[in-house]
């Protein structure tokens, strides 16, 4: 059966109950969000109707501006250390035995399903001083006293990783499996070793795949909203806590509302430019 | 990168994977009630707590009631959307499908808030069905997604077949299309299922105050101090997605779902 348009009104039928949920419970609340973002908060955690900018006015503070800065160059790091981790890790994977890889996959499905919470507990208590990394490194001989390794940025940054590795590893997968296997094999021919072969070849034909994961990767990392609060200090929280803690503590829904609008802008600008670099990456 | 070398990077991966967990899994078998590594005795009474102490054991129920529901009405969303897409000519129904995809790839806070201010203006916050529909519009892109490959999978000849012998939509679907289509609504069920199990920011915004689902519980247990079920939940957590995940593996191909060619023509 050949693929047509609709004929008659009842071919939309199976159309009806998706469009429903999705226009009722996720283009109508968003839409509820933007409308509240330019609502007027009142005191007691309430709000009304209104159509004001006080609540994209507070951006224009020192504070934001570090809080903002300070998100974006998190992601950035995040988005980096994934990718450098991932790309060698991915192009080995894919040439590896099918059954060896099935594994590997499973494994990395399993971490990125982590909620959260849990990949924030198991850091905080990795890094922790009763029951941490450094235990083992006392044991070993290489330290002489155990000692807590969080808060700190660099904790941050691990759980990140750790969050992130196997979402990047995912998303290089596709492009990195039906990489044309002849193109190593001819650099390998001309005498190139395996890992002047991986950096002159394999890399710069994949250039817009990571550039486009580097993207993905940025946006996800610019999603945690835990591990900052987990396992970082109060000047390692990101905009998503931010927006959280302004919902759910400070009862500031106008607020956190317009910079979740601002959040979406800013990821949607992303997705535009992703989208460009894949377009690019076809002509190509 | 030959032999060795990539033997020891895939080593220290996994031992950056892995690390975590152990020293959870370690923690989980602690005698007392210490955050300990290596674990002073050995008891399993820390498993045994999630089921009976009535606290846990609430949020466990109510996270798998929750993921059973809301991963039933995410596949419930996306099998018509996926077969309408397939089966017919519609290029501005596209949009249903961006819509279906944009939950999950924008930051969750986003969803998560956007859902919050709609319960609370429509007056159903904190009703426990809130989180389930909440849930199956955030993960509706796994089944979707799942089901749209599979769909481009299934060799429209044998459709054609159906419909030269005089069968009509239904029983097409019925008798060809479902059965084909099978591992993949199991799949995509799956992955819905694994991911809101383990969710916590649009479970906490919509249903935080008057629902505990064990992420949650979790949470607020390390807000007041340590206990090791913490510990065992987590094990329980990394077992269930890798079994899920696992048998998924056995069943379907994995490798193809996650977007590699099929086996046959590798």
Not at chain 2, 184 to 206: H, R
């Amino acid at each position: 059966m050949r693929r047509e348009a609709p004929q008659k009104l009842g071919d939309y039928g199976p159309l009806f109950f998706p469009a429903m949920m999705l226009i009722v419970f996720f283009v109508v609340p968003f839409a509820t969000m933007i409308a509240v973002s330019f609502f007027q908060r009142q005191q007691g955690g309430f709000y009304v109707p209104a159509f004001v900018f006080s609540n994209y006015e507070r951006f224009l503070s020192l504070f934001f501006a570090n809080v903002l800065g300070f998100s974006l160059m998190l992601a950035i790091t995040v988005a980096i250390c994934c990718v450098l981790l991932a790309v060698p890790f991915t192009y080995l994977l894919t040439r590896m035995a099918r059954k060896v890889q099935i594994v590997w996959l499973v494994a990395l499905l399993s971490v990125l399903s982590l909620s959260e919470v849990i990949i924030g507990f198991a850091w905080s208590t990795l890094f922790s001083r009763t029951a941490g990394i450094t235990n083992l490194l006392v044991m070993m001989g290489v330290m002489s006293e155990a000692k807590a390794l969080l808060p700190s940025f660099g904790a941050v940054l691990t759980g990140m990783v750790y969050q992130a590795f196997p979402y990047t590893v995912l998303v290089l997968y596709p492009a990195l499996v039906r990489l044309d296997p002849t193109l190593t094999e001819a650099a390998r021919t001309l005498g190139a070793s395996p890992i002047r072969a991986f950096f002159t070849v394999v890399v710069p034909a994949l250039r817009n795949t990571i550039t486009a994961t580097l993207i993905m990767v940025f946006i996800f990392a610019l999603g945690s909203y835990l591990l900052p609060q987990l396992l970082g200090r109060p000047q390692h929280w990101t905009l998503s806590v931010l927006i959280t803690d302004q919902a759910i503590y400070q009862s500031n829904m106008p607020f956190a509302a317009a910079m979740a609008v601002f959040l979406v802008l800013v990821t949607l600008g992303l997705v535009a430019l992703t989208v460009m670099a894949g377009r690019k990456g076809e002509a190509a | 990168m030959t032999g060795a070398l990539s033997k020891v990077y895939f080593f220290l991966i996994g031992v950056f994977l892995a690390l975590p967990m152990i020293v959870v899994a370690g923690v989980s078998v602690n005698e007392k009630q210490t955050l300990a590594f290596p674990p002073k005795g050995f008891s399993l009474s820390w498993y045994g707590e999630i089921f009976l102490n009535p606290e846990w054991r609430n949020a466990l129920f109510a996270s798998l009631t929750l993921a059973i529901l809301s991963a039933a009405v995410a596949v419930a969303i996306a099998l018509p959307l996926a077969w309408f897409l397939w089966r017919r000519i519609a290029p501005w129904a596209n949009i249903f499908q961006l819509l279906g995809i944009a939950p999950f790839t924008l930051p969750p806070v986003i969803t998560a808030l956007g859902l919050l201010t709609f319960w609370a203006t429509t007056g159903f916050y904190g009703q426990p069905w809130t989180a389930v529909v909440s849930h199956a519009i955030f993960f509706v892109t796994l089944p979707l997604v799942t089901l749209s490959l599979g769909f481009t999978a299934i060799d429209r000849s044998l459709v054609e077949a159906a419909a030269t012998m005089g069968a009509d939509d239904r029983t097409i679907f019925r008798t060809v299309v479902l059965p084909l289509i099978l591992p993949y609504i199991v799949s995509g069920y799956a992955f819905a299922f694994v991911l809101s199990l383990n969710e916590y920011i649009v479970a906490y915004m919509t249903v935080g105050f008057t629902m505990e689902t064990l992420p949650i519980k979790i949470f607020n247990a390390l807000r007041y101090g340590y206990t090791p079920t913490m510990a065992s939940v987590t094990i329980l957590f990394v077992a269930t997605a890798a079994v899920i995940f696992s048998l998924v593996a056995r069943f379907g191909d994995l490798p193809k779902l996650l977007g590699a060619m099929s086996s046959d023509d590798t």
